[in-house]
């Protein structure tokens, strides 16, 4: 069982930067694929960025690729999102995610994630 911990949420306004981080439970955090999603009101739940076990590849939703950036420290068992040049557009909850699983890939598809935390709102104004 992974228990998974999202902070650095928050209001801010359009062309700020943030960056999220995630917190996980556990001694085999290292072998996990870590994701990110969002969903924004009256929306479904979308990708925003993964990275492998490794750490070695990332991968990134269209609408957020050069300006976020995931990345992952194992022997702290988190991973972060740096969310710059926020856009109103960004604003939602922002979920982090485990995978029990080693992808080569990482998988963009939320059913094939195990563990999710509760949530960070982002709030970006105008």
């Known amino acids: 069982q992974v228990q998974l911990v999202e902070s650095g949420g928050g209001l801010v306004q359009a062309g700020d930067s943030l960056r999220l981080s995630c917190a996980a439970s556990?001694?085999?955090?290292?072998?996990?694929?870590m994701g990110w999603f969002r969903q924004a009101s009256g929306k479904e739940r979308e990708f925003v960025a993964g990275?492998?076990?490794?750490?070695?590849?990332?991968r990134y939703a269209d609408s957020v690729k050069g300006r976020f950036t995931m990345s992952r420290d194992n022997a702290k068992n988190t991973v972060y999102l740096q969310m710059n040049s926020l856009k109103p557009e960004d604003t939602a909850v922002y979920y982090c995610?485990?995978?029990?699983?080693?992808?080569?890939?990482?998988?963009?598809?939320?059913?094939?994630?195990?563990?999710w935390g509760q949530g960070t709102q982002v709030t970006v104004s105008s």
């Open positions: 995610a485990a995978a029990a699983r080693k992808f080569l890939v990482v998988s963009t598809n939320e059913k094939q994630y195990d563990y």
């Open positions: 556990g001694r085999t955090f290292s072998s996990y694929t």
């Open positions: 990275i492998t076990w490794t750490g070695g590849s990332t």
